[in-house]
Structure formats: structure tokens, C-alpha cells
């Protein structure tokens, strides 16, 4: 029987509004703008093609963190319902959004002394936070008590492993995870980064190849070197499904490994990473 507590994390997990509705998660929407009209949006506020046309049409996305009184207000009211809350953070590697969510927690563990709240930094993003999310989510509806919930994903964290590779290395320049001189050099010779999340939660670069195909056999192969056998495993994409779906193809005929869900990166990851940012996410003997 499933448990009475609230799974609260953000929109950064990637699972899109109508899986966390048909999961029971709460999620918060994470803040964007595009820097030339300075309008605030949040998270999902528009069709995500239509966010990657824009940036492909030359406009700039900017994020930021979730301020404190909207966890103030989300957490209040599931308190004030009667609800406990396990809280998953997006990566203090990544984002302050975590130590906000933890901040305004501690205070409210004072207000509501007999409710409990657990805090946990998933160290991950995108889907790889949603993988996280999806392991709460499966532990409670087994009914697992909140504590044996939080006590079991603590132990999970650097397990949870993530892949990256994008189409254009214009946007990891942009936010500082590239030199301009390799981003010129990179698009000239075609050459596509494979990057993963360490086990600090940031994002590092760990080898390259040349041309998209590659780069996304190098990704399955990383999961065929540490993938754990009862693993879930997600993809995500930013506008490239045909892409999303020939790595399912690569994990089904190459490693004999159904994919669990296939999910769009949302405007907050993908303001960073950029249209054509293709994803892998699973269960592995580590990061």
C-alpha cells in the first residue's frame, strides 16, 4: 500500500508535467527568460519545440534558481494537509535550487515539529534526477515508510548515472563548460563531446568523437561497461527524437536493455546544453 508523504523535486528532472502527475510527484517549475524581452517564464510555460526553434533562431535562455518562497508555499501546503515530504534536489553541483529547498525545510521543521521533511541532493539532472525521482517513486508505492525511503536513496546517489552529447558546442561555451577556441575548432572538424555528471554533480567532459552517431554508441557503450542488470534506464532529447530513438534501438539489439521511459529536455536544461542535447540515464556499479 502506498504511503501518505509527498515526493516533491523540480522541473530540472525532466519528467514533464503529466508523468508527475500520473506519478504522484510534486513538481516545481524551475524559472527562464530569454535575454532579449528580460520576460520571466517558468519551466514548461511553452511547447519545448518551440523553445529550441527559438534558441536555434539566435535567442539566448538564461536560468535561475527557484526563489525561497515558492518552496515556502509548496511545502506549507502539503505540511498543512497533513503530509510528510521527502524532498529530491537538483544538484548542488549544478544549481543553488537544492541548498534553497533545504534552507526553507529547517525552517519549517520548526513551525511543524510533528510533520517530517527529508532532504536529499540527488547530485544529478535532467532524467538522471528523474531516474532518482522514479526509484522514490517505486520504493514508496512498495510501501516503504519515508525514512526507509530516504535511508535507501541516500545509498543510491553516486549509482545513478548520466551521459550527455550535443549537437552544437556553441551553448556549453556560452556557459563556461568549453573554451571558444574549442568550440570553433570542435564545429569545424565536427566533433561531438561525450559528457557525464561526476560524483560532485557537475558536469564534466570526458572524451569526444567524430560525427553524431558516434557519439551516441560511445554513450551505450558507457552503459554496457557499468550498467547494474535490474536497472531502469531513461533518454532524454532536446528536439532530436529520431535520435532518442536509435539509441533505443542500439540499447535494445546491441545489449539486450528495454528503455523505461523517453522524456523531452525541458527549457531550464536545455538553455544550457541547447536543441539537439541527447541523454542516457541508468543504474550502474558507479558514476
Not at 525552517?107 to 515539529?113: A, I, Q, T
Not at 539509441?247 to 529536455?265: H, Q
Amino acid at each position: 500500500m502506498a504511503q501518505n508523504y509527498a515526493l516533491v523535486t523540480e522541473s530540472s528532472s525532466d519528467l514533464g508535467i503529466r508523468t508527475a502527475e500520473e506519478w504522484g510527484i510534486e513538481m516545481i517549475r524551475m524559472p527562464f527568460l530569454f535575454t532579449d524581452d528580460g520576460k520571466g517564464k517558468l519551466d514548461l510555460d511553452e511547447p519545448l519545440k518551440t523553445f529550441y526553434d527559438e534558441m536555434r533562431n539566435g535567442r539566448v535562455a538564461k536560468t535561475s534558481s527557484v526563489n525561497e518562497s515558492t518552496y515556502v508555499q509548496v511545502f506549507t501546503r502539503l505540511l498543512e494537509e497533513g503530509r510528510d515530504i521527502l524532498y529530491l534536489g537538483f544538484s548542488s553541483g549544478l544549481s543553488v535550487t537544492c541548498e534553497t529547498g533545504r534552507k526553507i525545510a529547517e525552517s519549517l521543521r520548526e513551525k511543524y515539529p510533528e510533520r517530517k521533511i527529508r532532504c536529499i541532493d540527488s547530485l544529478a539532472a535532467s532524467a538522471g534526477q528523474g531516474l532518482f525521482v522514479y526509484l522514490a517513486k517505486e520504493n514508496r508505492d512498495r510501501g516503504l515508510s519515508l525514512d526507509e525511503n530516504a535511508d535507501l536513496l541516500e545509498k543510491e546517489v553516486l549509482h545513478v548515472c548520466h551521459w550527455f552529447t550535443v549537437e552544437e558546442l556553441k551553448y556549453l561555451k556560452r556557459g563556461g563548460r568549453i573554451s571558444t577556441a574549442t568550440a570553433l575548432l570542435g564545429t569545424a572538424l565536427n566533433v561531438k563531446p561525450v559528457l557525464h555528471v561526476d560524483d560532485e554533480g557537475h558536469l564534466i567532459k570526458v572524451s569526444q568523437t567524430h560525427g553524431r552517431k558516434k557519439s551516441i554508441k560511445k554513450m551505450a557503450e558507457a552503459l554496457g561497461e557499468t550498467i547494474r542488470p535490474e536497472s531502469p534506464i531513461m533518454i532524454s532529447h532536446a528536439d532530436c527524437l529520431e535520435d532518442a530513438e536509435y539509441l533505443k534501438r542500439i540499447l535494445k539489439e546491441d545489449y539486450g536493455r528495454e528503455v523505461t521511459l523517453i522524456t523531452e529536455i525541458g527549457s531550464v536544461i536545455g538553455a544550457h546544453s541547447g536543441p539537439g542535447t541527447l541523454a542516457l540515464f541508468f543504474m550502474g556499479s558507479h558514476r
